[in-house]
């Protein structure tokens, strides 16, 4: 079992319960369904008096809807989201003559988990009735050609959400359901508006007539129970949405619901694999017997049905496109009776069919005109699919309290959501490593059946929170670290003492190497050394060690390493008031430079350079009392006119760098000149450092395209004609490859670049930032800088830049226990062999991340591990190893992989490895890659792990329910499918950072959080809960707040109370807040203040100072707020999350079948 599981108790699904025999539910307003003995309960016109409430068994979250983590979920669709394949703690059937409580899925009577939209009310979760009941089973109808599964199963209770205002616009739960008798017969609930729904009490207990919610019992290593929806079920009457229904086959067919084509990008996929050939929509024609209609999958749950067949993709490699994403498939069967079909395009919002579904799937017809009077267009409900939010939230309440201790091996941490503390007993904190999974495959077949990538994201310099201890830092002395003979691993805590302590085997490659005389050791009477607990390279995780001369460049030891800012002084910074601003900030800002533990001033030397065409240098030298300037105009043989007095110490040449700090601005205040360099603006840099016989960084900031004569000299090659063709992937390249060869000699002599841009144009940041980029820089972007609106980001920014913990003339090696290695590296770095991993610099916000195939079997006892060593030099000029373990367990069985996934770090690489696939394939081939690697993971979880059920059915592993809405989320992004207001440099610049983020960031970024601000609760320090990204989910009357780790967004709504307008913004009505502000105005009054400390708590998060952008609703602004609600269908074409998942549901089958 892993740690957070528990043990499934009670009785098996699968066999009879006792005492649950025979209640069969009438439909919706009273009708019994055909063939169905009538219920001793009458039918269900409003709530029922008498019902109690069960008490919510363990491990279910009330306010879910689904179990927690451990507890399979499963959503069948158009009936409960908990699906009778819920295992979760059973109990005994009730004696009374009342229905027996729903085994996790009750709620406590009147509480609301999920208040209606439109009152300004909305929160999370799945909607509630105030006054629930539960629900009788009922046992299975079978569908014809159904493999009949002969099994009476307990009923789960359902809770439903907002009630349509009328039946005619339905949002069922799941969406697969079709409704088999007219719609006329349902009496369209009067009076049932948005409000919370306490009229209209659930129907009970329905199944999929395939079967499709068994699960048979599960052994310890078979799992949680996933996650599953399933599909394509009959309704006997349209139900109100998380209505359940016993299902039944009914023959009638409701006119004018044409079957859909099935493969449009998502929804039904009762056809077999399309190939491709388009089709012209279908009329509705009788459908063959033995045939299901699927519809689109919701939710938790984890199956796949039918054996897919063996997967032949070894790794995400862009595989050949998809043939469900061209045009949709020949009808090769029509419909079956007894079922309408679903319109494919309309499980998006409730607006109704979305015409053209499909920019993001190439070749999807439009749906918007049907056969005869549409009918009601019906949608998976959001509701009842597996919601970020939650999962978080979950998280939060399950591991946020206990504090996370290293000392067992393959622990999944908790969520990068959830703030907790570590407690380092062995094994890396993960802070500072996040796997992709800590269970893995023994061997290599395992691994390329599973498809999950094997990966692990480093941040080897993370900062820790103040409660955390920092890596002690262990001297040897002059002898150094000890290593294994063989493989040069550093000593860890899973190195084996042998005979008496005298040697040790290494835990890598099992190698015996004797131990040095002055690191002798007795052992106690476990084999431990009697020093253990003492020396932290035996007993922790991660620690540094002090290295030698032997660790230096050249055998000497390395100088401090140097600063230098050097800044575009040509018209447009000069005009913009950019120059006069950088200038005023160093002054106060050289007195901030990182320096090591308890020293009293920064050891690091600062020199200055200006430039244009040309470049000036300064000798800031302290005994001048004025500073000279040195101009090169030379640009084509780059050298460094001064040596003594260009690097100086900051407070030895205090004045001299004021005064020259105060000239710039006005030596160049008048300047005409518009042409820049930018390639000898670099060399310059480089050649001061090497003169100077030390690493460092240059600060360069720089505002237009590099254009005139000089090396690295750049053209304007924007085309936004590229997108979509096989030639956008040059868009990404640099245009000259002069820019690489600097960025190697920048690493060889540790010169790491970070550069500010401030571009009104196109600027080429693919080939500006490849210095950057390669030696481990960081890039910021200043689109159309203003002084008032930009300055605050821009100087926060460069505060944080300066002040950071960096380590220079970095090489990381990452070696692995035998039987897997690492093959592939991400990130912002350089490397010159396939093992080391060069930076000429690397923060404390940088990660690498790094894939291992296998090249052996590995061992369920001995498991896995991977050491990661960093060599670098800190900011005082030190020389250090920091050293991160890790140990992972190994399975045998898949489905101990699939429960101890981490979903956030899989799209933290997936991510990565597509954004590194678009500088060489199409962007098509892309994300055709990634749907097709993600389909693969989940229909062998289905093939392997879940129970057998009906095709209809989605099922999700536990751990990865949030795989489709995420990967949905990637897919969507800027860089692989950019809406028209997207540059090329935009574009060029997101692919970079987010090759480095860590987990958290992009688990922000392609999910943001959005915040209800009128619900903040202004007495506590507490964030209000966050809602989901959907437009559905705003309500005009309050007040948003979203973050994506770049850009704050508050949303106004139209009818905001003026009191909270006044409160917040100082004006008196909606029509009077400015779109401009960049800032919050300063209010005395508890409101403001509340909302002024959350978005400082979210700036201090994130690494980057985010732009604040007031959006009205119904204003311009609002279509790139839109944007980032990134569970809707987005403009440039992108799926909404409800298609996305039907879209994977037929991925999946087709797969399987």
């Known amino acids: 079992m892993s740690v957070n599981q528990q043990a499934h108790t009670g009785p098996p699904y699968g066999q009879p319960q006792p005492g649950y025999q025979g209640y069969q539910q009438p439909a919706y307003g009273g009708q019994p369904l055909p063939g169905v003995p009538q219920s001793q309960y009458g039918a269900y016109n409003g709530p029922m008096p008498g019902y109690q409430q069960p008490v919510p068994p363990q491990g279910y979250f009330p306010s879910l809807g689904f179990p927690s983590k451990g507890s399979p979920v499963s959503l069948n669709s158009d009936t409960s989201s908990l699906a009778p394949n819920f295992i979760g703690s059973l109990r005994a059937p009730p004696t009374s003559g009342a229905p027996p409580p729903a085994s996790g899925a009750s709620l406590p009577s009147g509480h609301l988990a999920y208040g209606q939209f439109g009152h300004g009310d909305v929160q999370n979760g799945i909607p509630a009735s105030a006054a629930p009941m539960q629900r009788p089973p009922a046992s299975q109808s079978f569908l014809p050609g159904s493999a009949p599964t002969p099994v009476s199963q307990t ?149 796949v049905s ?31 009776p007894g079922y309408q079909m679903q319109q494919n395009g309309s499980f998006g919002q409730v607006r109704g069919p979305q015409p053209n579904y499909g920019g993001a799937y190439p070749g999807t017809p439009n749906y918007g005109s049907q056969p005869g009077p549409p009918p009601p267009p019906k949608r998976l409900d959001p509701d009842s699919i597996p919601s970020p939010i939650q999962v978080i939230e979950d998280d939060r309440s399950n591991r946020g309290s206990e504090p996370f201790v290293t000392g067992v091996r393959g622990q999944v941490p908790p969520l990068v959501t959830t703030n907790f503390l570590v407690k380092d007993q062995g094994n890396a904190s993960p802070r500072y490593i996040r796997c992709t999974s800590y269970n893995i495959p023994c061997t290599s077949d395992m691994a390329k059946q599973s498809q999950v990538p094997l990966a692990a994201v480093i941040k080897p310099l993370a900062t820790l929170p103040p409660e955390e201890t920092l890596p002690y830092l262990v001297d040897h002395g002059e002898s150094g670290p000890v290593r294994c003979n063989r493989c040069k691993a550093y000593m860890c805590p899973f190195m084996q003492f042998i005979e008496g302590g005298r040697r040790f085997q290494c835990c890598f490659c099992s190698c015996v190497t004797e131990v040095p005389p002055h690191y002798f050791q007795h052992l106690d009477h476990t084999g431990k050394r009697v020093d253990f607990y003492d020396r932290p390279e035996l007993s922790l995780g991660s620690y540094e060690f002090l290295a030698t001369v032997d660790y230096c460049k050249n055998n000497k030891f390395p100088s401090p390493p140097a600063f230098i800012f050097m800044i575009d002084v040509s018209y447009n910074a000069v005009k913009s008031g950019l120059v006069r601003l950088i200038c005023e900030e160093l002054k106060s800002l050289l007195d901030y430079l990182p320096r090591e533990g308890n020293m009293e001033e920064s050891a690091i030397r600062v020199g200055f350079v200006t430039y244009n065409k040309v470049l000036h240098f300064y000798n800031v030298k302290s005994s001048l009392a004025q500073p000279q300037m040195m101009v090169v105009s030379d640009v084509a043989d ?327 809405v995420y990967l949905n989320c990637v897919l969507k992004s800027d860089v692989l499918q950019p809406g028209p207001e997207v540059t090329t440099d935009d574009r060029a610049y ?126 311009k602004l609002e279509m790139l707020f839109k944007h980032f609600l990134v569970e809707d269908k987005s403009l440039s074409g992108g799926a909404s999350y409800v298609d996305f998942l039907c879209h994977m549901h037929k991925e999946i089958r087709q797969l399987l079948s």
């Open 155 to 303: 009923a789960t209770f359902q809770q439903y959400g907002p009630p349509p205002a009328s039946v005619q616009q339905l949002s069922n739960h799941m969406a697969g359901m079709t409704i088999g008798s007219t719609t006329a017969s349902a009496p369209s609930p009067a009076g049932l508006g948005y409000g919370p729904p306490t009229s209209v009490p659930p129907v009970s207990g329905s199944f999929s007539a395939t079967g499709s919610g068994l699960y048979t019992p599960y052994t310890a290593s078979q799992g949680p129970s996933p996650t599953s929806v399933s599909q394509g079920l009959p309704l006997a009457q349209p139900l109100f949405p998380g209505q359940l229904m016993s299902t039944q086959r009914l023959p009638t067919q409701v006119p004018g619901f044409a079957p859909p084509p099935s493969s449009a990008g998502i929804g039904p996929s009762s056809y077999p694999p399309s190939t491709g050939a388009p089709r012209p929509p279908t009329m509705p024609g009788p459908p063959l017997p033995g045939q299901t209609v699927a519809g689109p999958p919701t939710s938790q749950p984890n199956h």
């Open 306 to 336: 039918s054996p897919p067949p063996p997967s032949t993709m070894s790794g995400p490699h862009p595989g050949p496109p998809m043939s469900g994403l061209h045009g949709p498939p020949p009808p090769t069967h029509p419909p079956q």
């Open 638 to 964: 780059m050298f460094v006119p001064l040596l003594d007095g260009f690097l100086v110490n900051v407070n030895e040449s205090r004045t001299v760098i004021a005064s020259l700090l105060d000239q710039i601005p006005e030596m160049f205040a008048d300047t005409r000149e518009t042409e820049t360099v930018f390639a000898p603006v670099i060399q310059a840099g480089l050649e001061a450092l090497k003169a100077a016989e030390c690493a460092g960084k240059l600060f360069i900031f720089h505002t237009s395209l590099p254009i005139a004569e000089a090396p690295g000299k750049l053209k304007n090659r924007d085309d936004k004609k590229l997108i979509n063709t096989d030639k956008e992937k040059t868009l990404f390249q640099p245009q000259t490859s002069f820019y690489n060869n600097l960025a190697k000699d920048c690493v060889a002599q540790g010169c790491c670049v970070d550069l500010f841009l401030f571009p009104n144009q196109y600027l080429d940041v693919a080939t500006l930032g490849v210095v950057t980029y390669q030696t481990g820089g960081s890039i910021y972007k200043y689109a159309y800088f203003q002084l008032e609106t930009d300055q605050d980001r821009f100087l926060n920014d460069l505060r944080r830049d300066v002040q950071k913990e960096v380590g220079f003339d970095a090489v990381m090696r990452v070696r692995t226990s035998t039987g897997i290695r690492a093959t592939d590296f991400f990130g912002a770095f350089y490397m010159s062999n396939t093992t080391d991993v060069e930076m000429a610099g690397l923060d404390c916000d940088k990660t690498i991340t790094v894939e291992f195939k296998h090249d052996d079997k590995l061992s369920e006892d001995s498991g896995a591990l991977l050491q990661c060593a960093l060599l670098y030099t800190s900011c005082a000029g030190q020389r250090r190893l920091r050293i991160h373990n890790l140990s992972l367990n190994c399975c045998i069985q898949l489905a101990d992989l699939y429960r101890n996934c981490e979903t956030d770090t899989l799209i933290n690489y997936l991510a990565k490895y597509a954004y590194r696939g678009v500088l060489n394939s199409p962007v098509k081939t892309v994300r055709d890659a990634l749907i097709n690697q993600c389909a693969q993971i989940l229909a062998c979880y289905r093939k392997n792990c879940a129970s057998p059920s009906s095709a209809g059915q989605l099922i999700l592993p536990e751990c990865m329910k949030l795989l489709p």
């Open 990 to 1115: 997101i692919r970079q950072l987010v090759t480095s983020m860590d987990v958290a960031e992009t688990n922000v970024f392609f999910y943001p959080r959005l915040l209800p601000l009128a619900k903040a609760d202004v007495n506590s320090d507490s964030l209000p809960a966050a809602i989901r990204n959907s437009e559905e989910r705003l309500s005009k009357g309050d007040i948003y707040l979203l973050e994506n780790g770049l850009n704050i967004f508050v949303w106004v709504g139209v009818n905001v109370q003026q009191g909270l307008i006044q409160n917040l913004f100082g004006v008196s009505s909606f029509s009077q807040i400015s779109s401009a502000l960049s800032t919050l105005p300063v209010l005395e009054n508890p409101f403001s203040k509340k909302v002024r400390s959350i978005v400082d708590m979210l700036q201090v998060q994130r690494s980057r100072y985010m732009k604040l952008i007031i959006v009205k609703q119904e204003d």
